[in-house]
């Protein structure tokens, strides 16, 4: 991969790369369509990350559909596909990791320790292999996004990264791999996510800007669906992840939930327009 990488850039060629975990759905061919627009070559990777999984969580029993990942990827113009062993990305003695402070320890932080230090220890990795002018990632896991946004910025690594919208499906459902875990009859309860973010975009548009009024509400909405059990609702600084008390700046509004054992996570982006006028844009 690393010589393959050398000898694009050798020939002055222009290289995306999409780093993904498999399970492929919309979510990730459009960011294959973004890079197929700025770049060339296009390099894919999969990559089940253990050190981003607890003791407890589904390292395990996470969706692996490589032989059907591989064709979609081929099929959308990816040049090359990346499968590393996790032996050869941690052979023994791995002993060094990244860590991103402030922001990587608050919301998801809080609630999967030692999961942000897997991501951005293996996205370093896999951006240090493969070498590429610009890395695409999805907006799903803002926070996520975020810290591999400072990451990339402190290190001042080569790789400019480019964060795409969140894909859903048509009943408003943000796309993920983990869906696939999901009943039908959970698939129909997730919607509430959706719905109670649409909500929030509905208050705001009416000049609600009280962070609290606006997750009693996204709370209230959440808990009338019975089988959705809340992890946090939370509005936050879109650069810090710091709790605001008003909806004055560029703001997430971030929702985590347990539907029977699955774990969803979805959120919107609140920006102030460009005229000053106290008009918002949404990003859901």
Known sequence: M??????????????????TMGALHAGHISLVERAKRDCDPV?????????????????????RTVEKDAEQFAAGGVRALFLPEAAEMYPPGFSTYVNVDGVSERLEGR???????????????????VQPNFAYFGRKDAQQAKLISIMARDLNLDAEIVLGPIV??????????????????????????HRALAAAQKDLAAGERSAMQLQSKLRGILDAEPRIKIDYVEIVD????????????????LLAVYLGKTRLIDNMLIEPAESGSGTLIFHL
């Open 2 to 19: 690393k010589e393959a990488s050398r000898q694009a850039r050798a020939e002055s060629r222009i290289i995306g790369f999409v780093p």
């Open 111 to 129: 609630t999967r320790s030692g999961h942000f230090r897997g991501v951005t220890t293996v996205v370093l990795k896999l951006l240090e292999i």
């Open 43 to 63: 390099i894919a990777s999969i990559f089940v990350n253990p050190k981003q999984f607890g003791p407890h969580e589904d390292y395990k029993k996470y969706p």
């Open 238 to 253: 879109a650069d810090s992840f710091e709790p605001v008390v008003s909806v004055s700046r560029s703001s997430y509004v």
């Open 168 to 193: 859903r499906e048509p009943n408003g459902l943000a796309m993920s791999s983990r869906n696939a875990y999901l009943t039908p009859d959970e698939r129909a309860a997730a919607t509430v996510l």
